[in-house]
């Protein structure tokens, strides 16, 4: 059954990270249409990109919602890894919108998890899902975006988590090596400094110090895969090895901190680009060893996301959550209203 249009016009949909913005229109529910990215890097401000976005498909949009890749904690917006800082009311009167929702990135993707078909997910490794357990959801892009789902009757909860930012625990010699050479940087090490695009590009450094050699601070995370996959740079491909091991190690802190045993959710940038390597890598071998607990995360699923926007997905499930509960309160307050009327 085909869906219908909107009654009051297309949906602004956003993800935004801290180096794209990806955007599109929703034109009837899960209807996406002229999906587009923009760099981050282009805009001066985040209102700069939404109107370079509608001018270029000619669009006017009463209700939007924003993805983005930091913490949504009140009306104020600084993102992380980047220089976008706005008011979402302000944001909102300047763009002419009715509606301007900014959630987290990673609660707008766990948000997704329900509505994913098989043909969105590749399984890595072993384990079932247990029907109605907690879910969870960790992805290495710019950064480390760490959520979960938790069910509650016929609906789930959403973690709104900025769980990439725990202390980093290393797990082997090798590890201990990276971490302080990265301490000696930074007061406080977390789990993203290592588990994200550019954690790759500090992972090779730190290997190549231990070992006497020059860093190459050219290299891009994009080049260091590239390079390390094609079997042309071996000390690529070690910090590709050793980054795996450590999102391995982060998935299953995860699943023993939520008991997820509905599964672990693979989403984010980088690992997608690892292609083949990933499902031999030592990510699934890492989050299995877990001392005592590794018979417990040994039966738990962990799913690479390959759907293609997984996020926007998301964000259109808080919307239309968002609207229809603002349609009932609106219904309810003129009910109460007439009800008021006739016994005046």
Known sequence: MQ????????????????????????????????????????????????????????????????????PVDGDAIRMTNHHWAFSIEAARRALGLDTLLVVNDFTALAMSL????????AQVGGGAALSGSAVGLVGAGTGLGVSGLVPSGERWIPLHSEGGHVAFSPLDEREVT?????????????????????????????LAA??????????????IVTRGLSGGDALSLEAIDCFCGMLGTVAANLA????????????????????????ASPFRPRFERKGRFSEFTARIPTWLITAPYPALQGASAILADHLADHLVQGRATASRSCTEAAHA
């Open 256 to 279: 023993v901190t939520l008991g997820a045993r509905g599964g672990i959710y693979i989403g984010g940038g980088v690992v997608p680009r690892l292609g083949a390597y990933f499902v």
């Open 210 to 223: 231990s070992r006497g050699m020059a860093p190459d601070k050219a290299l891009a995370p994009s080049d």
């Open 114 to 121: 329900p509505t994913l078909r098989p043909g969105d997910l």
């Open 178 to 206: 990276v971490l302080r050479h990265a301490w000696q940087r930074h007061d406080h090490v977390s789990a993203e400094r290592f588990v994200s695009g550019p954690g790759l590009v500090l992972i090779r450094e730190a």
């Open 3 to 70: 869906n219908h249009p909107y009654p009051d016009g297309p949906r602004l949909l956003a993800d935004i990270g801290g180096t794209n913005a990806r955007f599109a229109l929703e034109l009837a529910p899960g209807a996406l249409h002229a999906v587009q990215t923009l760099a981050c890097a282009d805009h001066a401000r985040f209102e700069d990109a939404v109107r370079v976005y509608l001018a270029g498909v000619n669009a006017r949009v009463k209700h939007a919602v924003i993805a983005i890749a930091n």
